[in-house]
C-alpha cells in the first residue's frame, strides 16, 4: 500500500510549519489554576465536572464516612439501577447469553420478559446483514491497518445507503441504533479479513453471519475460518461485551455521543465520531497495551518469582521496560479506586478458559501482577485515591485466549459499546438538551494587524 503522506512534497516546510504551530499554541501552564479550568473536565482530585444527569447507568467509587468525608469505596456499577453482579449472575446462572437482554436493558430500561427478549434478538439478528456487494465495494475497496478507521468509515458510507439518514425522531434514530449494533461485528470482522488478505497475502474468508446466533458466537463464528468454537469461549466473550456495554455519560466516548447529538446531526456522524473517541489509545486501546506489556515482561524474566516481577514492574515506572512510558497498563482508573467491580467479575471466569487453554502458568503470572502493581504504583507515585486492576488488565488475556487479533480488540469494545452510545443518543435527544457548548478563556494578547509590506 502506498503512503500518500510520504510522498507530499515540501516536507521541510510542513516541518517548520509544525514547529511554529505547536510553539505558537502552548500556553503557560499556571494559567490553568489563575483562570480555575478544570483540565479535562476534572478537578484536581479527579473527580469528574458534572456537566449532565442520566438514568442509563451510575458509578460508584467513594462513599461518605461517618464524618460525612468523601472516602474510596469497593467500585460498583449500575445498569439502569441494577448492580453488574446481579446481571452477570443472571443470566450466567440460566445458561443464556446476556449482550442481548443488555441492549435492551440499556436502551429501553428495563429487563425485557422472556417474550420480549426472544423478539428483541430476532430482531437483532434479522437486522444482521450488510447492503449487497457492501464488502466487495466498500470494505474491499481500500483496506486499511487499523479497524476502528475500518469501522468509522463503514458506518458514515451506511448513511448513504438509508433511505431517510437525517430524521433524529425517535423511531427512526432506534432503527439506525439497532441496525449499526447488529451490523457492527460484520464491519469488525470482515475489515480484519480484508486486511489480512491484502496486507499478509492470507486467504480471504468471509463468512455470512448466522440468523440463529447472537452477537458473541456471531464474532466468533465469522472470524474462526472453521466457524468453530466453544461454548465457554462464546460465554466469555459474551461476558466481555456485556462489562464493555455501558460505562456512563462522562466516558470519552459517550460524552462525545453527546456532544455531537446535541448539534442535532445524523446518527452516522455522531456514531462515527464516538468511534474515533474510542479508537484513541487513551480510552480503548489500553488492553493491547497490557497484552504486548505482559509479553515483554515474560521475554524479560528468568522466573516468575515476587522479586523479579517487582523488579520489572519497577523498571516500567522507571520508563526504563517496554514502551518507556512510565504506565503499568492495566492498573488504575480515572474513576474507580480500590478495585473495577468488571475486572472483579472477569477474574472470576478467567482463570476457567486459562485452564481450558492450559495457560495456568500466565494465568498466575496476571495474578501476581494484579496483587503486586498497586503496591509498586503506591511506592513511586502519589495516590490519592487507590489503584487496582482495571477491566483492560483482564479482557486483554482474555481475548488473547480466545485467539481473537490485536486488530480487533478495540472494535469489539465498540461492538459492545454502541449499545451504550445508543442509549445516550436517545437520552439527549428524548430530553431536548441545549446544544453543548462550554466555554474557553481566551489568553492571547491583543497586537495590531500588520499590512503584508512591514511584515519581517
Ligand atoms: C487510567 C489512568 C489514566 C487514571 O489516571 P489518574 O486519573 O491520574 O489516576 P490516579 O489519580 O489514581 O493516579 C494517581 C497517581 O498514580 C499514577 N498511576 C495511576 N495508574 C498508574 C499506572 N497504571 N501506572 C503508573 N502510574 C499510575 C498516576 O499517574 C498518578 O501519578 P502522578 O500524580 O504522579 O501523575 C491511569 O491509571 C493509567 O494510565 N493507567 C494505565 C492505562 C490503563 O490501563 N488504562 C485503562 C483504563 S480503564
Redesign the pocket.
Known amino acids: 500500500m502506498s503512503d500518500f503522506t510520504n510522498t507530499l512534497p515540501h516536507g521541510d516546510l510542513i516541518e517548520r510549519l509544525a514547529v511554529l504551530a505547536q510553539n505558537s499554541t502552548v500556553i503557560d501552564s499556571s494559567f490553568y489554576e489563575q483562570h480555575d479550568v478544570k483540565r479535562g473536565l476534572r478537578d484536581s482530585n479527579?473527580k469528574g465536572v458534572v456537566v449532565g444527569l442520566t438514568e442509563i447507568s451510575e458509578i460508584i467509587s467513594q462513599k461518605k464516612d461517618a464524618d460525612g468525608n468523601s472516602v474510596p469505596c469497593e467500585g460498583e456499577l449500575y445498569y439502569r439501577g441494577i448492580p453488574i453482579e446481579d446481571i452477570v449472575r443472571g443470566f450466567i446462572d440460566e445458561k443464556r447469553f446476556g449482550f442481548e437482554e443488555v441492549t435492551y436493558l440499556l436502551l429501553f430500561g428495563k429487563l425485557p420478559t422472556a417474550g420480549e427478549l426472544k423478539a428483541f434478538s430476532e430482531l437483532m439478528s434479522s437486522m444482521r446483514s450488510l447492503p449487497i456487494s457492501f464488502v466487495r465495494d466498500i470494505i474491499m475497496k481500500r483496506p486499511s491497518v487499523d479497524m476502528m478507521n475500518v469501522l468509522a468509515r463503514c458506518v458514515l458510507t451506511l448513511y448513504a445507503y438509508d433511505d431517510n439518514p437525517d430524521d433524529v425522531s425517535i423511531p427512526n434514530v432506534l432503527r439506525q441504533c439497532l441496525q449499526l449494533t447488529a451490523q457492527m461485528p460484520l464491519l469488525s470482522v470482515y475489515g480484519y479479513q480484508v486486511f489480512k488478505h491484502y496486507h499478509d497475502e492470507e486467504s480471504l474468508i468471509i463468512h455470512r453471519p448466522d440468523r440463529t446466533l447472537g452477537t458473541a458466537e456471531n464474532i466468533l463464528h465469522l472470524l474462526r475460518p472453521d466457524g468453530a468454537y466453544t461454548a465457554l469461549e462464546a460465554k466469555i466473550l459474551d461476558l466481555c461485551l456485556v462489562l464493555h456495554a455501558e460505562h456512563g455519560g462522562g466516558n470519552n466516548s459517550s460524552f462525545t455521543t453527546h456532544v455531537v447529538t446535541s448539534s442535532g446531526t445524523d446518527t452516522y456522524s455522531t456514531v462515527a465520531a464516538s468511534l474515533g473517541s474510542l479508537k484513541g489509545p487513551?480510552h480503548g486501546g489500553?488492553n493491547i497495551?497490557?497484552v504486548r506489556m505482559i509479553d515483554d515482561m515474560k521475554n524479560n524474566l528468568d522466573s516468575y518469582s515476587d522479586t523479579e516481577i517487582r523488579n520489572y514492574l519497577m523498571r516500567?515506572?522507571n520508563r526504563e521496560a517496554f514502551d518507556r512510558k512510565?504506565?503499568?497498563?492495566?492498573?488504575?482508573?480515572?474513576v474507580y479506586?480500590i478495585s473495577?467491580p468488571r475486572a472483579k467479575i472477569l477474574k472470576s471466569f478467567v482463570g476457567l478458559l486459562a485452564k481450558e487453554k492450559g495457560l495456568e502458568e500466565d494465568y498466575t503470572l496476571y495474578s501476581k501482577i494484579e496483587r503486586l502493581?498497586p503496591e509498586v504504583?503506591a511506592d513511586k507515585?502519589?495516590?490519592?485515591?487507590?489503584?487496582s486492576a482495571?477491566?483492560?488488565?483482564y479482557s486483554g488475556f482474555v481475548y488473547n485466549m480466545l485467539g481473537l487479533p490485536p486488530e480487533l480488540f478495540t472494535p469489539i469494545f465498540a461492538v459492545s459499546r454502541m449499545s451504550g452510545w445508543s442509549a445516550h443518543r436517545i437520552e439527549e435527544l428524548s430530553n431536548n438538551g441545549k446544544i453543548i457548548r462550554p466555554a474557553y478563556n481566551a489568553v492571547a494578547e491583543r497586537i495590531p494587524y500588520v499590512r503584508l509590506a512591514d511584515r519581517h
Open positions: 479527579g487513551r489500553a497495551k497490557v516500567l515506572l512510565g504506565l503499568i497498563y492495566g492498573m488504575g482508573h480515572a479506586s473495577d502493581a504504583i507515585r502519589r495516590i490519592y485515591k487507590g489503584v482495571n477491566i483492560d488488565f
